[in-house]
């Protein structure tokens, strides 16, 4: 998938609303059938890039490339893009149905046509064929999300742009209907856009996902890259609970903990590390009944637990510092607030991270 000609082409992309850098020098490739989501928190830039790449907004520096052409000066309308909104956008006056044929009817397709199309597409998105003449007012926020998509994919765009679709979505059905929306990905083959605010959601349904950390894209890769490697502390804490401290490049290839005064086994360390974090994931951490049971280990009590469901997570305080440790239910640490405990981790499934 790497190697073929991108069908979408960031090049130093930059916006500037007055002295505010918005979006600041995004260089970016996405490949034709990608589904690429674009994470970071709130005014990270997100909603701008993709509003750039839908033609809705024009850049300051920096060229988008659809296809091998230059589209910066193109209206939205002239682009084979389609944007979902957060908001969606429905027509309120009209029928399901008629939202979906819009852009077939702004075409000038017959009435059998649209009818047929749309039927078809309700079928995609798994909307029952009664719901053709029902109004969209009358519907659930979860057959809105739908009639939407209908809507996007009846103009058969080459690139679809979600902007934050699922966010005011409850969670059960969020859930779903991520699950949802990769499978559409893969039988409509087309170019998925994404972006929000959630890692998870991300992780879920990306092929390749980019980070934004005001106006920068700071890191790109597949779901397990960006999991297994971040690159910096605000990616590896932006992707829920870790356990983080400072360290420094000790002597003889370890790592020198200032807070703890202890030196602890160096996972691989990145090129010209000399100090940041060091990551350890809250299913890396393993509860010791011995020092020995693990490269590195800390002295703590249990804080408390919290079930999770299928897992349990403890928080564990340890020289000052409260760590999280979870395991699933039936590797479930049998103990009570205030026991002593030992925790630890080998370097193997540690990560040093920059500031
Ligand atoms: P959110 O997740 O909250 O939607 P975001 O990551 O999508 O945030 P943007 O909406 O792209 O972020 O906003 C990036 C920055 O640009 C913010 O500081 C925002 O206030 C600013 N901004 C966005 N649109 C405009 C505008 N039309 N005029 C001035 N500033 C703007």
Redesign the pocket.
């Known amino acids: 998938m790497v190697d073929a000609a991108p069908i979408l082409r960031m090049v130093n992309l930059t916006?500037q609303?007055?002295r505010?850098v918005?979006?600041n020098d995004v260089s970016l490739d996405i490949q034709e059938g990608e589904f690429f989501t674009i994470v970071?928190?709130?005014?990270?830039?997100?909603?701008?890039?993709?509003?750039m790449l839908g033609g809705l907004?024009k850049p300051t520096a920096g060229d988008i490339i659809l296809r091998g052409e230059r589209v910066n000066a193109v209206p939205a309308n002239r682009r084979p893009t389609c944007m979902v909104f957060q908001s969606l956008a429905l027509f309120n006056h009209k029928s399901v149905g008629q939202n979906i044929e819009f852009s077939l009817k702004m075409r000038g397709e017959s009435r059998r046509v649209r009818r047929e199309r749309g039927l078809s597409l309700m079928n995609v998105v798994q909307l029952p064929e009664d719901f053709y003449d029902k109004s969209v007012t009358k519907c659930s926020g979860g057959e809105r999300q739908r009639v939407a998509l209908a809507r996007a994919l009846a103009s058969d765009p080459e690139i679809l742009f979600f902007?934050?679709p699922l966010s005011a979505i409850d969670y059960r059905l969020r859930k779903l209907l991520e699950v949802e929306l990769k499978d559409l990905h893969r039988t409509t083959g087309k170019t998925f856009v994404y972006?929000t605010?959630s890692l998870e959601e991300a992780m879920v349904m990306s092929d390749r996902i980019g980070i934004?950390q005001e106006?920068r894209l700071i890191q790109i890769g597949s779901p397990n890259e960006i999991y297994l490697q971040p690159r910096n502390k605000f990616v590896s804490e932006f992707m829920g609970e870790v356990n983080t401290f400072a360290v420094r490049a000790g002597a003889d290839g370890g790592i020198d903990c200032p807070h703890f005064e202890r030196r602890f086994t160096s996972p691989a360390r990145p090129d010209g590390f000399s100090d940041g974090y060091l990551v350890i994931r809250p299913e890396s951490m393993r509860f010791l009944n011995d020092a020995s049971e693990a490269e590195n280990h800390l002295e703590g009590s249990l804080f408390n637990e919290y079930a999770l469901g299928s897992r349990v997570q403890y928080h564990v305080s340890a020289g000052g510092m409260m760590f999280v440790v979870e395991k699933l239910r039936e590797q479930a640490y049998r103990g009570a607030p205030n026991d002593d405990v030992m925790i630890g981790w080998d370097a193997k499934d540690s990560v040093l991270v920059a500031d």
Not at 40 to 51: D, I
Request: without cysteine.
């Open positions: 916006k609303f007055g505010l918005a979006v970071g928190p709130s005014g990270s830039g997100k909603t701008t890039l993709l509003r907004e902007d934050e972006i605010h934004m106006g």
